[in-house]
Nanobody, 125 residues
Framework: VQLQASGGGLVQAGGSLRLSCAAS????????MGWFRQAPGKEREFVAS????????YYRDSVKGRFTISRDNAKNTVYLQMNSLKPEDTAVYYC???????????????????WGQGTLVTVSS
């Protein structure tokens, strides 16, 4: 199983980025997908998740209204559209896959079976 995250970079506050995570080696439509992030010196935290069919989504409070998670099961890819970025959004962003039946909406890292390598997002003030 491989989860390849991409799309990170340096952006000014107020700007936008779209992260992508391409999955291979798993039956993508049987997995809920999530995005997590980890800032320097901090624990990894939940950002957003989406059900296997895309009908349900969850977000941490601080990104609601700014970030949107979506997926394309035909392309085995999950996306995270990030708008109105803030310096506090600076982190390495990881995508993760949770097998159907897991409590993917809980935000717990333990609900996820596979992890990507991360992509760095830096928001300058």
């Amino acid at each position: 199983v491989q989860l390849q995250a991409s799309g990170g970079g340096l952006v000014q506050a107020g700007g936008s980025l779209r992260l992508s995570c391409a999955a291979s080696g798993l039956a993508f439509s049987n997995y809920a997908m999530g995005w997590f992030r980890q800032a320097p010196g901090k624990e990894r935290e939940f950002v957003a998740s989406i059900s296997w069919g895309g009908g349900s989504t969850y977000y941490r409070d601080s990104v609601k209204g700014r970030f949107t998670i979506s997926r394309d099961n035909a392309k085995n890819t999950v996306y995270l559209q990030m708008n109105s970025l803030k310096p506090e959004d600076t982190a390495v962003y990881y995508c993760a896959a949770a097998l159907r039946g897991r409590n993917y909406g809980s935000g717990s890292t333990f609900a996820y079976d596979y992890w990507g390598q991360g992509t760095l997002v830096t928001v300058s003030s």
